[in-house]
T-cell receptor
Framework: DAGVIQSPRHEVTEMGQEVTLRCKPI?????LFWYRQTMMRGLELLIYFNNNVPIDDSGMPEDRFSAKMPNASFSTLKIQPSEPRDSAVYFCASSLGAGKSTDTQYFGPGTRLTVL | SQQGEEDPQALSIQEGENATMNCSYKTSINNLQWYRQNSGRGLVHLILIRSNEREKHSGRLRVTLDTSKKSSSLLITASRAADTASYFC???????FGKGTMLLVSP
């Protein structure tokens, strides 16, 4: 398996533009997680899905952020409109399970977003 | 959420020395995991220890867990320059992470 795939790897955009980050989880994994990492705040869980259904989106910073998982092999994280403070590395991760039988999370390489 | 907090924030050692980093958490757990992140990369799982285990080994890694103190430690023995990375712990189902321990191993 190719692992978790994220695209693009780097994104530079201007304030106010819409940004869409993409993730393809490992085939067969039921859980998908979106994280944001900055020096100031560390690694923050934004949202996670189980079987394509959003389970916990309490980490989504505000309404400008939205995430979808239309099928088991694809998820998007959208920021509209983007702001300079959204600049960060965004990671997608997937796992076979979570909860009482927590499974290992497999992380993608991340998307480095810069909002000018 | 059950967030793991790593300590120290940064650690600098020489090759061949042992590195110990700690993790504290707040509530009861089922297991605790340690991850490593090389600069510019995603996190990579290292080892998982269950709440009924006290110690676990994997190669040069040794993890301990003290549920009474709500703490865990990760020991890397005979460190190498390639061990230079940030190390994170995570607990519970949603695997929230702390800010990590940045380990620098000098040749």
């Amino acid at each position: 398996d190719a692992g978790v795939i994220q695209s693009p790897r780097h994104e530079v955009t201007e304030m106010g533009q819409e940004v869409t980050l993409r993730c393809k989880p490992i085939s067969g994994h039921d859980y998908l997680f979106w994280y944001r990492q900055t020096m100031m705040r560390g690694l923050e869980l934004l949202i996670y899905f189980n079987n394509n259904v959003p389970i916990d989106d309490s980490g989504m910073p505000e309404d400008r952020f939205s995430a979808k998982m239309p099928n088991a092999s694809f998820s998007t994280l959208k920021i509209q409109p983007s702001e300079p403070r959204d600049s960060a590395v965004y990671f997608c991760a997937s796992s076979l399970g979570a909860g009482k039988s927590t499974d290992t999370q497999y992380f993608g390489p991340g998307t480095r977003l810069t909002v000018l | 959420s059950q967030q793991g907090e790593e300590d120290p924030q940064a650690l600098s050692i020489q090759e061949g020395e042992n590195a110990t980093m700690n993790c504290s958490y707040k509530t009861s757990i089922n297991n605790l995991q340690w991850y490593r992140q090389n600069s510019g990369r995603g996190l990579v799982h290292l080892i998982l220890i269950r709440s009924n285990e006290r110690e676990k080994h994997s190669g040069r890694l040794r993890v301990t867990l003290d549920t009474s103190k709500k703490s865990s430690s990760l020991l890397i023995t005979a460190s190498r320059a390639a061990d230079t990375a940030s190390y994170f712990c995570a607990t519970d189902s949603t695997l929230t992470f702390g800010k990590g321990t940045m380990l620098l191993v000098s040749p």
